[in-house]
């Protein structure tokens, strides 16, 4: 089975703090994801990543900035960051081979900011 | 552009009854779709996916749902609820090609014993 592993599940940091996320999935991912979930906004997509040291911009960047040195691990950062950014965050991994693969969830960091 | 909507943020069902929950795409290429299901404090798990093998799916835990490209609906169905499946299903689409989900905005499920 596949597994991503995300390091927290719960952490809470002070506004202005830069904060990292991160993520490690152990199947050899080409793709790897991070998406915010909110009540009523489902999930919304912020970073993706085709390959290491690539990066692409999801639907709400802003604020973030993610980091891919490896294959296996893909980092989430929060340069400064802002109440409105507490949520649940989750990571995902897909292999590239057909497009009909999933992408397969780690467990989620519930980030507290205050 | 691609996209997914899910009817009703909250459905509640009676232990043992049916369970419908709607899912409806747009896209102008034939999408692969998937179900998920999200239990409280988890991450999001596989239900089933369509990829145009057959237009009714089977997935785990005795769900199923059926493509019908004329409705452009994917909905997911399971003939008698239990109080296991109270979670959150997201519907998701996929176009052809290396690109990401696009989810829809997640049903929450509530089982009443």
């Not at chain 1, 802003?62 to 400064?80: P, Q, T």
């Not at chain 2, 943020?9 to 409806?24: F, K, P, Q, T």
């Not at chain 2, 997911?76 to 959150?88: G, I, N, V």
Request: charged share 20%; proline share 4%.
């Amino acid at each position: 089975d596949v597994k991503v592993t995300q390091s927290s599940r719960y952490l809470v940091k002070r506004t202005g703090e830069k904060v990292f996320l991160e993520c490690v999935q152990d199947m050899d991912h080409e793709n790897m994801f991070w998406y915010r979930q909110d009540p009523g906004l489902g999930l919304r997509l912020i970073y993706f990543s085709y390959d290491v040291k690539m990066k692409e911009k999801g639907d709400i960047p802003e604020g973030y900035s993610v980091s891919r040195e490896k294959k296996e691990r893909f980092s989430l950062i929060l340069e400064s960051a802002s109440t409105n950014q507490t949520s649940m965050y989750l990571c995902a991994s897909k292999t590239e081979g057909s497009g009909n693969q999933p992408q397969h969830f780690g467990d989620g960091t519930r980030l507290s900011i205050l | 552009a691609q996209s997914v909507t899910q009817l009703g943020s909250h459905v509640s069902v009676s232990e043992g009854a049916l369970v419908l929950l709607r899912c409806n795409y747009s896209s102008s290429v034939p999408p692969y779709l998937f179900w998920y299901v999200q239990y409280p404090n988890q991450g999001l798990q596989l239900l089933l996916k369509y990829t145009s093998a057959a237009t009714l799916v089977k997935g785990i835990n005795g769900f199923e749902a059926e493509f019908k490209k004329s409705e452009t609906s994917f909905h997911l169905t399971k003939p008698s609820a239990h109080m296991s499946d109270a979670a959150e299903y997201f519907c998701a689409l996929l176009r052809p090609g290396n690109t990401p989900l696009v989810f829809g905005k997640g049903t929450r499920l509530s089982v009443i014993a």
